[in-house]
């Protein structure tokens, strides 16, 4: 089992930044890959960015450039690093960790993010 717990989420002003935390308990030496997810109203949860256990990552095409994901030395700490945000940015952002030989998904409880002027 693996718990997720996401923070950092807010209301930021279109080109602002923001940067998203999520901390990883449990199992955590199962995981091989983290990643953020995000659903905005009326959409399909989506891939935001993903990182592997090697430290290969994968970003959606609209945050190319404008986003980063890392992931803390313990590796039980996800990063987002969000610049240049846009309003179609906003969304609540999930924390997502793929663990164990079953590859069982696992979500935090999501955290909002808002781009406003």
């Known amino acids: 089992q693996v718990q997720l717990v996401e923070s950092g989420g807010g209301l930021v002003q279109p080109g602002g930044s923001l940067r998203l935390y999520c901390a990883a308990s449990?199992?955590?030496?199962?995981?091989?890959?983290m990643g953020w997810y995000r659903q905005a109203p009326g959409k399909q949860r989506e891939l935001v960015a993903s990182i592997r256990s090697g430290g290969s990552t994968n970003y959606a095409d609209s945050v190319k450039g404008r986003f980063n994901i890392s992931r803390g030395t313990a590796k039980n700490t996800l990063y987002l690093q969000m610049n240049s945000l846009l309003p179609e940015d906003t969304a609540v952002y999930y924390c997502n960790a793929v663990a164990g030989s079953a590859l069982r998904a696992y979500w935090g409880q999501g955290t909002q993010v808002s781009v406003s002027s």
């Open positions: 449990g199992s955590t030496s199962s995981i091989l890959t």
